[in-house]
């Protein structure tokens, strides 16, 4: 027996998640998405796991593409996951007209305003349901000062750390 997606997404809204954005490609051919669902795999060789709904660009692209780049948002950043995510009508590389962005040594997309900028190299995927799950070696990491954007109960909030 499984439960009723309803059930799921209610579940899965309790657990906080850090908002990312998945970026992939260059120019007029740059996809990207909205995503929680970002961690880490391995510290050697440093890897992390990205999954995408297999129905979008993103998906494709990086498939194709074979590196993707994450952008963890900063806490003022709910603009930009929102239009991302596809809130705000833009599609394609028409969602890069939001923020500053710069281009990485790897040809990536790169939030200027990003707390974290990964890049990766696509090691190895599956299909799980409707989505693929990337795993990617990370080749380059940007770091900036700020709290990042996490989101939980259908509200974005302020991950700030306490020392």
């Known amino acids: 027996m499984t439960i009723s997606t309803d059930l799921f997404r209610k579940t899965m809204s309790l657990f906080p998640g850090a908002v990312t954005l998945v970026t ?15 961690c880490s795999v391995t510290d050697t060789p440093p890897s992390l796991l990205v999954c995408v709904n297999r129905a979008t660009e993103t998906c494709t692209e990086i498939t194709r593409l074979k590196h993707f780049s994450i952008q963890l948002l900063d806490h003022t950043s709910d603009d930009i996951a929102l239009s991302f995510a596809g809130a705000k ?19 990536l997309p790169q939030l200027t305003t990003a707390v974290a900028s990964v890049c990766c190299e696509l090691s190895s995927y599956t299909d799980v349901g409707s989505h693929r799950v990337f795993i990617g070696t990370i080749k380059d990491s940007t770091l900036e000062v700020g709290d990042a954007l ?9 991950a700030q750390a306490t020392l």
């Open 89 to 107: 009508g833009l599609h394609g590389a028409a969602k890069f007209s939001v923020g500053v962005w710069e281009e990485t040594d790897q040809g």
């Open 150 to 158: 996490i989101y939980a109960r259908a509200q974005f909030g302020r």
């Open 24 to 38: 992939v490609g260059q120019g007029d051919g740059r996809r990207g998405i909205t995503a929680t669902a970002v």
